[in-house]
């Protein structure tokens, strides 16, 4: 269904398509020809098109938890995406600096968790909340775009915002937390074994599932430090009376029970893969994305019975700097357009051994990025060779 068929001729162009993603694609095409050609009085040239996608994941990544994005520069990103055949907007909703979705009962995610009191020392308030209104919106504007929105909500790290809100949802509650106003991750972590946590995070579900008409939910589930569950009595307790080894058995345990919540609603979870495939559990779908570990991560997930999306950072983190001698806040490489090109989501191995490939996925982390102008720099023209990966 997402094949196509373009046939221009001196009468003019026929497009036939195996179903309604097929028919955007090719319609997408034509709007490059005549992008590219506008200039040439003789128009298009004729010829025939046949065309479809080597995988049927290609997704950029959004994150107005770090700077929040207002809707119509989203509905801007996804008019990019279509003219470049992206299918998938990923939106990290929730982070250390900032919450955006609203879910009732929960006042307190908009009046503390959806603000900080600056950015990196600026002195300049920030803050933001979609309403459920806005993001329904969204999904009907890229739906008519050939793009699923796909919604994340990062557990049971990377918490900062939540837990200036409600830090009783925490292994050691901190009253005086605040909302993070600068990079980086704390090892605070939402307690397992608390009623009320699995009390919100189902009542986040149940949000995501009115909004959002996709059946994915990104659980986020990266850089997770169990530093404090190990120290937490409730947790102590609740491993000893399992007969759990270790905290990373409680994290298996803590994602088996979210997964579960989120069958309830029909809906199902994928995870930045952090190379210890222990922790999933076959049929899930995770993201290689830390440096260096995309090739070796094949091999890990086909064996542990898990699906994987290739969105490794020196390809496809295009926050990252773009040319040499661009500022990378001390760390990070830089990412060519060149680099982004190189990307192979198979590494040269055999359709046998990569079937459980989905596809490709950039991300835009946006600590630095405060606003559109600022995004659509860093990901263009980077997007455009991770698009042609995928396709």
């Known amino acids: 269904k997402d094949a196509y068929r373009l046939s221009v001729t001196p009468q003019g162009a026929h497009l036939t398509s195996g179903g309604r993603e097929g028919r955007l694609y090719g319609q997408a095409t034509l709007r490059q020809l005549q992008d590219q050609l506008a200039a040439q009085p003789e128009g298009i040239p004729c010829g025939v098109i046949k065309d479809k996608p080597r995988y049927p994941w290609r997704g950029l990544m959004v994150d107005p938890a770090r700077h929040f994005i207002p809707l119509a520069d989203l509905k801007k990103f996804a008019d ?36 900080r009191a ?31 929105v796909i919604p994340e909500i990062d557990v049971p790290g990377h918490n900062e915002a939540l837990a200036a809100a409600y830090p009783e949802f925490f292994c050691f509650p901190k009253p005086d937390m605040k909302v993070r106003t600068v990079a980086g991750n704390s090892k605070e972590l939402v307690c397992p074994q608390k009623p009320e946590v699995w009390k919100f995070y189902a009542a986040v579900f149940k949000e995501l599932k009115d909004i959002f008409p996709s059946k994915i939910v990104h659980l986020g589930g990266d850089e997770a430090p169990t530093e404090l569950w190990e120290k937490c009595p409730l947790c ?28 309830k609603n029909g809906q199902t979870p ?122």
């Open 270 to 391: 994928q995870f930045w893969y952090e190379g210890n495939a222990g922790i999933y559990h076959p049929g899930e779908t995770v993201y290689a994305w830390r440096q260096d570990q995309a090739r070796q991560s094949i091999d890990k997930t086909k064996k542990a019975g898990l699906n994987l999306i290739m969105a490794s950072n020196e390809y496809c983190y295009l926050d990252f700097p773009q040319i040499q001698g661009q500022y990378n806040w001390g760390w990070m490489r830089t990412t060519t357009l060149r680099k982004c090109y190189e990307l192979d989501p198979a590494f040269g191995k055999s359709p046998q051994e990569t079937g459980h490939v989905r596809g490709v996925h950039a991300a835009a982390w946006a600590e630095h990025l405060p606003d559109l102008n600022h995004l659509l720099y860093r990901v263009y023209p980077r997007a455009m060779a991770i698009a042609e990966a995928g396709w």
């Open 236 to 263: 102590r307790q609740a491993r000893a009376g399992a007969g759990m080894k270790d905290e990373q058995e409680q994290m298996r345990d803590f994602f088996a029970r979210m997964t579960s919540l989120l069958a």
């Open 118 to 148: 600056e950015t990196f020392g600026d002195g300049i308030p920030h803050g933001g909340m979609y309403t459920r209104e806005e993001l329904k919106e969204l999904v009907a504007y890229c739906a008519d775009r050939g793009i699923e």
């Open 80 to 115: 990019l995406m279509a003219y470049y055949k992206f299918n998938k907007l990923h939106l990290h909703l929730t982070d250390n600096q900032g919450w955006r979705l609203p879910v009732p009962g929960y006042p307190r995610l908009e009046s503390v968790a959806s603000k």
